[in-house]
């Protein structure tokens, strides 16, 4: 029994360590997550996410917040998870709004090809 004790004590410690060396890492990637995620919310802004996916990127904007505030009380598991769904939200809301710039501009062009195909019509003999 005095040996399995001896052995459990330095695992023990072990474990301790790593456990606390673990939770002191998650601010690093918790503050770069939200960093990440805040990147994501502008690039959508700059795609157009405002005009074409205003409820995507209100959702990606309102999970940075939260994000922000937990990390501002030092919740990482948290503030990592709230920035993931962030950015997840702003990444949608970029890839609705170039959807959306793209339709209009096929649009665009289906227009001034049937515009061009009329006036060959009217051009013929």
């Known amino acids: 029994m005095r040996n399995f004790s001896k052995n459990l004590v330095p695992v023990m410690g072990g474990l301790a360590v790593a456990l606390l060396a673990a ?21 959508a802004v700059s795609a157009g996410g405002s005009e074409f996916a205003p409820v995507e990127l209100n959702a990606a904007r309102s999970k940075l917040a939260l994000a922000r505030q937990v990390l501002s009380v030092k919740d990482y598991e948290q503030a990592i998870r709230f920035a993931d769904a962030s950015r997840a939200d702003a990444k949608l809301a970029q890839a609705k709004a170039n959807s959306a710039k793209a339709q209009a501009a096929a649009n665009a062009l289906d227009e001034d090809i049937q515009a061009l195909r009329n006036e060959i019509k009217r051009n013929k003999p």
């Open 23 to 43: 939770c002191s890492n998650l601010k690093t990637p918790a503050t770069s997550d939200v960093a990440v995620s805040s990147a994501a919310v502008d690039g």
